[in-house]
């Protein structure tokens, strides 16, 4: 029993592997020419000032041990382009300030000659916590290794070792050696076996396939995945548990899975199933149970199992893994955004890739979603405040928000509607398509309700904005439909950026509160923004040319006939934490 009540929580560890291996089909190029020690320069102007990156070159989680966060992530020591992949290691104490160690794990054995891709953790009953992750061999295969700390005692966790009777997972019984990584974190069950998941697929159906081991080092397959669905190659999966409303524990706490032996506990939970589609480079996820006795899992049925389900973000937000905080007993999701501009430009700009603002998890109290929110810690970043309340925009007017930095912000704020009676008709077969619907009614199209919001990043003379709004549909006579979007068609004078619209729907009853909330953290080259206190988020990748600096502007806007109402508006200036300095 002792052994059953054992924390055997995890903890995050290395966010990406996106690539496959390259004689089979790669998921990213490798620029042979670009990999390079020479870049001494690194542009700051578009670089994130709280946004978590190391101080140059290439990226693409963490654990809790001993009182610091851990972040291993995937990192090229010699470029701004993928290749040369070794994990990286910062440890903070609050998730805001970071500080550089020495690569964790990095190609050294045979198991793991080609590549070091990503991975989790798990805080065996012992207190010792295990990498797992996934190696290349010689023959380009894709194998699953663990790796232990060299030093418990040392709480910056700083070398670690792989034994040799790694690959403790080899890609038999049928499976794909070129689709199959990630393993997930590990979760002790009652019948004393360990079990995980590991990414893969079947022709288009991807797969969380199951392992289970009595000792951790013997892991056999079981005869069925955990779960599948004809999505294509699912990376990144991520499985945990969520506490429900109404049971006894705070339903927006987190949930360890060691507590999970309390059956009193695991009847008040649901689990999570995330999962990231190599096609569309999407994430979703499903909610629903999880059968210990039969390994089974089953989706609830107002969940769909395909790549326009839920998302925890529906912008440039990818190979999300999160981990249970023991410190402050919460669930704690952290994704990965890419660049989208050129690679010459990442190569001039000497770095690219940044790791989204932490988020708290947790599902809904109405069980219908998950939702996220910024980790608290961020506050302490907060300095010069500016406010606005009770300010009416009619239509086609607009305001500019004065007296702070724009540029590096946290924004909170909420708009009330005067009017829904001049929402316009939804169609149903929009539901299914966001995006392609904000791209055909964007921020500079009138509307009845809508779009009204931010145009963040802006220029003076608001040639260059990222528009981060909301429209409002009647979809029958007694319900609405609301449209977030975050809109970057017109951030940036370059030309070759690529500046793809993003939306999601938000599940709201405005007809009852008439209100809609919107925060908005902007960084430089980052807009990231949570609608309706974390219910829809989405995370923008913006390159402006001239409103940068003291030259980028905020202004709230609407677009819409019926007026609408800031009836609060919070915004403060962002301070720069300890990011990874090179000493």
Not at 34 to 45: F, T, Y
Not at 454 to 481: C, M, Y
Request: proline share 5%; hydrophobic share 40%.
């Amino acid at each position: 029993m002792a052994r059953a009540r054992a924390r055997a929580a995890l903890v995050f560890v290395a966010l990406l592997q996106m690539a496959a291996v390259v004689v089979v089909r790669a998921s990213h190029v490798v620029y042979p020419e670009l990999q390079s020690l020479e870049a001494k320069h690194v542009d700051g102007k578009l670089r994130t000032g709280y946004h978590f990156q190391p101080p140059k070159h290439w990226i693409n989680g963490p654990m809790y041990y001993k009182g610091l966060y851990h972040l291993f992530y995937q990192y090229n020591p010699k470029g701004a382009v993928w290749g040369n992949i070794e994990w990286a290691h910062s440890v903070s104490t609050d998730l805001i300030d970071w500080t550089a160690l020495e690569p964790g794990i990095y190609p050294s054995k045979t198991f793991d000659e080609k590549g070091c891709w990503s991975g989790s953790a798990t805080v065996l009953p012992s207190g010792v916590p295990v990498i797992m992750y996934t190696g290349i061999d010689p023959d380009e295969r894709q194998v699953q290794n663990v790796a232990y700390p060299v030093n418990l005692s040392d709480p910056y966790l700083r070398e670690w070792y792989k034994p040799d009777y790694n690959p403790i997972i080899n890609p038999d019984g049928g499976i794909n050696a070129s689709a199959f990584r990630d393993p997930t974190t590990a979760w002790y069950g009652p019948d004393g076996h360990w079990r995980l998941l590991v990414g893969s697929k079947v022709n288009m159906k991807g797969l969380a396939v199951l392992y289970r081991s009595r000792d951790f080092k013997k892991w056999v397959k079981a005869h069925h995945p955990l779960h599948s669905a004809h999505t294509g190659m699912w990376e990144c999966p991520d499985f945990f548990p969520v506490a429900v409303a109404g049971g006894s524990r705070h339903y927006r706490r987190g949930v360890d899975t060691a507590e999970l032996h309390d059956a009193a506990v695991a009847e008040e939970v649901k689990y999570v199933l995330k999962v990231s589609l190599d096609l569309t480079r999407y994430e979703y996820y499903t909610v629903g149970w999880y059968d210990h006795a039969t390994d089974r899992y089953v989706p609830d049925a107002a969940f769909p199992d395909n790549d326009y389900g839920l998302r925890y973000d529906y912008g440039d937000f990818y190979a999300s893994k999160s981990f249970y905080d023991p410190a402050k007993r919460r669930r704690i999701v952290w994704g990965w955004a890419n660049e989208s501009d050129t690679v010459p430009d990442d190569r001039r700009k000497g770095w690219a890739g940044i790791q989204a603002i932490p988020r708290k998890l947790w599902l809904s109290a109405d069980g219908k979603q998950l939702v996220q929110w910024p980790v608290e810690e961020l506050k302490a970043l907060r300095a010069k405040h500016v406010n606005v309340t009770d300010k009416v925009i009619k239509k086609g007017n607009y305001f500019e928000v004065t007296g702070f930095k724009s540029v590096q912000s946290d924004v909170d704020m909420a708009f009330a509607i005067k009017d829904l009676s001049k929402a316009e008709e939804f169609d149903p077969a929009w539901r299914t398509d966001a995006e392609a619907l904000c791209k055909k009614l964007g921020s500079d199209v009138d509307g009845g309700v809508g779009p009204f919001g931010l145009w963040a990043l802006a220029s003076g003379d608001l040639k260059e904005r990222t528009a981060v709004f909301f429209r409002v549909f009647k979809a029958n006579d007694s319900s609405h439909v609301v449209l977030m979007c975050n809109d970057p068609t017109r951030s940036s004078y370059e030309s070759k950026i690529y500046r793809p619209t993003f939306a999601g729907f938000v599940d709201v009853d405005i007809a009852k509160n008439k209100q809609i909330a919107l925060r908005t953290l902007i960084d430089h080259s980052v807009v990231e923004s949570f609608g309706v206190r974390g219910k829809t988020c989405i995370l923008t990748r913006v390159y402006p040319r001239k409103a940068v600096g003291d030259d980028a502007h905020l202004f709230v806007f609407n677009n819409g006939e019926s007026d609408v109402k800031v009836t609060n508006l919070d915004a403060w200036e962002m301070k720069t934490p300890k990011m990874n300095a090179e000493e």
